[in-house]
């Protein structure tokens, strides 16, 4: 930690003024760091990341290689963004129109998965433990615990906690094989039992 600072940084990553980084978190080669942006505690921002001014990245937010994450994005905490994934902000994009004040709110939330190259159009809500696969591109809200492939992006199953495919019985109960924690699947909604 370099300057008595409570976070690594490269000495290649931008960092503007007006940044929140919690400490523990590490930002590595060629990233930049925008203004009024909040990163919180232990996160790893991978090489070539972008984060952009008031984007939100919770507690232990890991983004990989090369991902774009505009403003209007949320990350709540352990959130996952594979390699090359992008954002976007605005629906219609157009270079001469000028639509600063008209970004949409994307929320991905507690837990969640957007694999390598998935693109998730702004406007939407990944649930807690959702799952995106590679390369799918997300144009409406997933579910908490569901798996989402292909473009566009659409449901193929539920995901654990853990990151394995659910398998519900005939009354809607699954486990997790790697966590033994069990899912019950009710009204097109999962939700994990107490124990």
Known sequence: MKDNLPYFAHPTAVID??????????IWHFSHIMPGCVIGENCN?????VVSPEVILGN????????SIYTGVICEDD?????SCVFTNVINP???????????????????????????VCGHTIGAYAFVGAGAVVTKDVPDYALVVGNPARQTGWMSEFGHRLHFDDEGIASCPESGEVYRLVDGKVEKMKK
């Open 17 to 26: 003024e007006g940044c929140v980084i919690g400490k523990g978190t590490k």
């Open 45 to 49: 921002i991978g090489q070539n990341v």
């Open 60 to 67: 232990n937010v890991k983004v990989q290689n090369n991902v």
């Open 79 to 83: 959130v996952f963004l594979g390699p």
């Open 94 to 120: 157009r270079s001469a129109v000028n639509r600063r004040g008209q970004y949409a709110k994307t929320l991905v939330k507690k837990g969640a998965t957007i694999g390598a190259n998935a693109t998730i």
